[in-house]
């Protein structure tokens, strides 16, 4: 309310004043001024290039049966005694390449951990909005369970959906459904902070001048909840999406560990870390060593990106 | 403290309706059960017999009210999978988890709080730094890639630990134990401190972050003012109000010890009730799954209810308020 509002200029909509606050130097000034910021976002941008290229970049198919030959399995990374120049990071006991592997691995982990965010997002931002508008009723429904949701550990509930689709579905799909049952459970599980961010700007945006002036044009509800009110609370779900593509990530890697992500045909960096388990013993560690690097620095260069993202556009901690 | 005590418990209840709700649900979920249970060609007369005597063809409140009664109960019927029924299952596992997560949970105590006021005594110190970045790794690290390091390191190079199962247990009554046994004790040891240490860095900063705000606040001041000795101040001034919120993350966080035990439990073969979930999980064995949600449910209710419970016992000031609001 104390936001004076000239009528004749409604006000902009929060994603143009960030690119507009990003433009004008804000947000950049403090990116040039961290270090922890400028490296994660340099591996950052590594991984993904590695994983969109994944199929130019690696030396074999992994997927391709045809191309594995028996003979160079268990063979070491290339500096290693024994080791192979063809093969990097070495092989593992199917004589799948290692590097290989880790490129696909990461290009599924992150399809997940991207999908799995934007299906968290979309259901959080929706029932926030909806419940911060309507409010009574629906509101004091959807925040309840939300409260039991989250009392609940993220893992343990994720866990949970994937197990209640798998004994939905019949076991031959099993295999070609994993990616979407992975998607689900992690995105269902992680809508909670979105939920509750937008809840409350949204009860704070509903009492403003703008969203009056639109009722008493005769706006409807769904076009106020849409169109004025969305485009100013969707500021920090930035922030949250950031810090949960760590989580997400980190999730399905767990999932994939425990045995009930992607199958081993189709291995995600979780899946290739349990492969590799199986085989701590024979003295293979490069099988769970490589994929488990690339997953620390994935998880560990989102994270800090989003610690970095969240400081940044709080112009509170400056 | 009578009447909070009953609306707490109250509140429980509801909870865990809640949750046996969820758990009724995940049944109902998986398709038909009578379809398993009667050979393909039956007829619909013998159909309807079957479900009259599963007394699938009640309305649904009173199935639920069956299922509450029954669970409450600790009957949860047979697994699906390998036919014994639940309860029994669970039993056998319960005791291998509780020890895992109580050894857990005492080292992140035992551990975390000294840490944690060493390091906010003296914040410039090596030390002090050392630790703190050991515990941003630690942090950042999956559990599960924790876990193989620990096994790589200790087990596979240096030949010092087992890396999977519980050694030789002993049976006291119904529960069997690791305990009593010295390769029991040496199995313990990598599981635990892989599945303490997001709790015990936890623990250390927030002891650490406590103990520095209750050190610059004005009764330490005129403690010192008094001429009391630093360790007077430290240990019996400062560290009491800094446990009241450790004693509330601590007991939340058992909570998730237990879920965590899940991952802990696959990492080294540990023959526990996270093992048996996940087993559970993948197969789409439902009675198990939604037993062990219930069980899982009672244990974190009980441990939030008694986490309150002790708050009030443990600040006087609430207990203050709470008689005057009785008046």
């Known amino acids: ?318 | 403290m009578f009447g909070f005590l009953v609306r707490r418990i109250v509140q429980s209840v509801f909870v865990m309706l809640a949750v046996a709700l969820i758990a009724f649900m995940m049944f109902r979920f998986m398709g038909d059960p009578v379809n398993s249970m009667v050979s393909e060609n039956a007829s619909v007369a013998e159909r309807e017999e079957v479900r009259a005597r599963l007394g699938l063809d009640q309305p649904l409140y009173v199935q639920y009210a069956r299922f509450v009664t029954r669970a409450a109960q600790g009957d949860f019927g047979l697994s699906w999978r390998n036919a014994r029924p639940v309860s029994t299952l669970l039993a056998e596992r319960f005791p291998a988890t509780a020890e895992l997560v109580l050894v857990a949970a005492g080292l992140s105590l035992v551990l975390g709080i000294p840490l944690g006021i060493l390091t906010a005594l003296r914040p410039r110190a090596l030390s002090t730094q050392t630790l703190q970045f050991i515990s941003l790794v630690g942090i950042s690290l999956p559990t599960f890639v924790t876990g193989i390091l620990l096994i790589l390191t200790f087990s596979v190079w240096l030949g010092w630990l087992p890396s999977f199962g519980r050694g030789t247990v002993v049976d006291v009554g119904w529960w069997s134990t690791g305990f009593l046994t010295t390769t029991g004790l040496k199995a313990l040891i990598l599981p635990s401190v892989m599945l303490c240490l997001f709790q015990l860095t936890l623990i250390m900063r927030l002891v650490r972050a406590e103990m520095m705000e209750v050190l610059r606040t004005d009764y330490i001041k005129f403690a010192r003012a008094r001429g009391l000795s630093d360790r007077a101040i430290h240990f019996h001034h400062a560290l009491r109000n800094t446990l009241i919120p450790v004693i509330t993350i601590f007991g939340l966080q058992l909570g998730g010890l237990i879920a965590f035990a899940i991952i802990t439990e696959t990492v080294f073969q540990w023959p526990g009730m996270g093992a048996l979930f996940i087993q559970a999980v993948s197969f789409g064995d439902v009675p198990v799954m939604a037993a062990y949600l219930v069980l899982v449910s009672l244990i974190f209710v009980t441990i939030n209810t008694i986490v309150d419970l002790l708050y009030v016992v443990l600040d006087p000031r609430l207990r203050v308020d709470g008689a005057r609001g009785a008046h």
């Open chain 1, 1 to 318: 309310m104390a936001t004076p509002t000239p009528a004749s200029a409604p006000p902009r909509p929060a994603p143009a004043g960030l690119i507009a606050r990003a433009l004008s130097g804000d947000v950049a000034w403090s990116f040039r001024h961290s270090w922890s910021a400028r490296i994660s976002a340099l591996v950052l941008l590594i991984l993904f290039a590695a994983a969109i290229l994944a199929p130019w970049l690696a030396n074999q198919n992994p997927y391709d049966i045809g191309e594995l030959s028996l003979f160079d399995s268990e063979l070491p990374p290339a500096w290693a005694e024994g080791g192979d120049a063809r093969y990097w990071l070495g092989t593992d006991t199917l004589a799948r390449d290692v590097y290989s592997s880790i490129l696909y691995g990461l290009r599924l982990s992150l399809i997940v951990g991207f999908a799995s965010v934007a299906l968290a997002a979309v259901v959080g931002i929706s029932l926030g909005l909806l419940g911060g508008f309507v409010g009574g009723i629906v509101d004091a429904a959807i925040m309840r369970f939300a409260d039991v949701l989250l009392s609940f550990p993220t893992i343990l509930v994720a866990l949970l959906v994937n197990g209640i689709m798998r004994g939905a579905l019949p076991p031959a799909q099993h295999q070609q459904a994993a990616i979407w049952v992975l998607i689900l459970a992690i995105g269902l599980t992680n809508w909670v902070q979105y939920a509750r961010t937008v809840r409350s700007s949204t009860m704070v945006e509903r009492n403003k001048e703008y969203v009056q002036a639109a009722r008493i044009n005769g706006v409807s509800r769904a076009g106020i909840m849409v169109s004025h009110i969305l485009p100013n609370v969707l500021g920090p779900v930035l922030v949250i999406a950031t810090i949960n593509l760590g989580m997400a990530v980190l999730t399905e890697a767990t999932l994939s560990f425990l045995g009930v992500g992607m199958p081993a045909t189709q291995p995600s960096l979780g899946t290739l870390i349990r492969i590799g388990n199986e085989y701590l013993f024979s003295g293979i560690w490069w099988v769970v060593i490589f994929p488990s690097v690339v997953l620390v620095a994935l998880v560990l260069a989102v994270n800090l990106l989003g610690d970095w993202l969240r400081d940044a556009l709080n112009p509170k901690l400056r």
